[in-house]
């Protein structure tokens, strides 16, 4: 048996482990877009 406060517990965790997967990913997306640039910008001088 569980009891309803780990319940919503596990939903809380489960929340906040999405939204750092979500932040995680925007993250990497912005890392890999600056790396482009600073590639970009070096071949150009």
Do not use: I
Request: aromatic content about 2%; hydrophobic content about 30%.
């Amino acid at each position: 048996m569980r009891s309803p406060e780990l319940e919503s517990e596990n939903k809380a965790l489960r929340q906040r482990m999405e939204g750092a997967r979500t932040r995680v990913h925007d993250l990497m997306q912005r890392l890999t877009f600056l790396e482009e640039q600073a590639r970009d910008n070096g071949a150009h001088k």
